[in-house]
Nanobody
Framework: QVSLVESGGGSVQAGGSLRLSCAAS??????????LGWFRQVPGKEREGVAA??????WYADSVKGRFTISQDNAKKTLYLKMDSLRPEDTSMYYC????????????????????WGQGTQVTVSS
């Protein structure tokens, strides 16, 4: 069982930056073998995939390309989402997720069926 805990959310003005973190436990030595993703959801709206990565190959939603950067530190078993040039429409609860993956298993995107989810961290961007 993998547990995920997000942190780093907060309030920022438009144009500002935040870095979210997602610390994993329970993945043992296999953290690098997980497809990792970031999602966001506003109450009353569908969850939106933001970014994903496997073996340092990132995928981004069009809405965040060029502004957000996903990265991971395998030694710390931590996933990051650096968010620059934030906009009010980026305001949301952000969640990280993970699923065991393998080379040849297809591209790791937010469209895959993630098995483990964090509790979320709130990001609020004011204009």
């Amino acid at each position: 069982q993998v547990s995920l805990v997000e942190s780093g959310g907060g309030s920022v003005q438009a144009g500002g930056s935040l870095r979210l973190s997602c610390a994993a436990s329970g993945a043992g030595d296999d953290y690098s073998r997980y497809c990792l993703g970031w999602f966001r959801q506003v109450p009353g709206k569908e969850r939106e995939g933001v970014a994903a990565t496997f073996l340092f190959a990132p995928w981004y939603a069009d809405s965040v390309k060029g502004r957000f950067t996903i990265s991971q530190d395998n030694a710390k078993k931590t996933l990051y989402l650096k968010m620059d040039s934030l906009r009010p429409e980026d305001t949301s609860m952000y969640y990280c997720a993970a699923v065991r993956w393998r080379v040849g298993g297809g591209r790791c995107t937010t469209g895959v069926d993630f098995a483990y989810w964090g509790q979320g961290t709130q990001v609020t961007v004011s204009s």
